[in-house]
């Protein structure tokens, strides 16, 4: 029964990328190296880190192609953070190197890569929506990484009050971050037609508002499992 039709969560996001070949080699090259789960899930806000440097600098740069080059920076540092955003837990749970702070290396890196990320994506836009003094483009940004923080907030309450985790909504981790590595090469035609800024500015406005949907379903879905936990409870 898939996550999204189960009235419990689960333990794991399902990530299907997970059970190829590829990536259990990845794995057993990184336990050969004596790489802890905890390391990796440090290595990915490294590469989250690089990804929003890249943005901001895309919004100070005044050449085209200088600009190109920092938003295919982006885009590759993106996929390279979910990528071991994965392989940590591969190493935690198919190699057994679950550790006792792992709970928190895997959740705490996870929400300052999401913020740095679509903070600087808002930055990035480049002022395309600023009114006066007021940017409309970084303010968006803030609370595109804001709202991205409570939809995992709102994950582990699931968790925490015993009925799983609840990974659903159109703008979990994987999706929010896939989106924004769209945006940032499409960001790569905008000299075309002189929209510097505008495919980043509408991303974080989706983001936003995905986010937010994403919210309230796993309150929702929240919800749902505790009623039924209780019908259930003799």
Not at 43 to 52: K, P
Not at 196 to 225: C, D, E, P, Y
Request: include cysteine.
């Amino acid at each position: 029964m898939s996550e999204t039709n189960s009235p419990q969560g689960t333990d794991r996001r399902a990530i299907p990328q997970r059970s190829t070949g590829w990536a259990a080699k990845l794995a057993d090259a990184m336990y050969a190296a004596k790489l802890t789960p905890n390391m990796v899930s440090v290595g990915s806000v490294v590469f989250a880190v690089i990804g929003a440097a890249a943005l901001i600098a895309s919004a100070l740069v005044t050449s085209d192609s200088a600009r190109a080059v920092w938003l295919v920076v982006t885009a590759s540092c993106i996929p390279l953070r979910l990528l071991l955003n994965m392989l940590d837990g591969m190493l935690a749970v198919e190699k057994g190197m679950h550790t006792p702070t792992g709970d928190l290396f895997n959740e705490v890196p996870d929400r300052i890569a999401d913020l740095v990320l679509l903070a600087a994506a808002g930055y990035a836009t480049a002022g395309i929506w600023a009114v006066g003094e007021f940017d409309w483009g970084v303010v968006l940004g803030w609370m595109a990484a804001a709202a991205a923080i409570l939809t995992a907030y709102v994950r582990t309450l699931g968790a925490a009050n015993g009925v799983g985790n609840f990974f659903d909504g159109p703008m979990a981790k994987p999706a929010r971050m896939w989106v924004l590595v769209v945006a940032s090469l499409a960001s790569l035609f905008e000299p075309l037609f002189d929209g510097r800024g505008l495919f980043l500015a509408i991303t974080v406005a989706l983001i936003l508002l995905g986010s937010v949907v994403t919210v309230i379903m796993r309150l929702n879905r929240i919800s749902q499992a505790l009623h039924a936990q209780k019908v259930e409870t003799p």
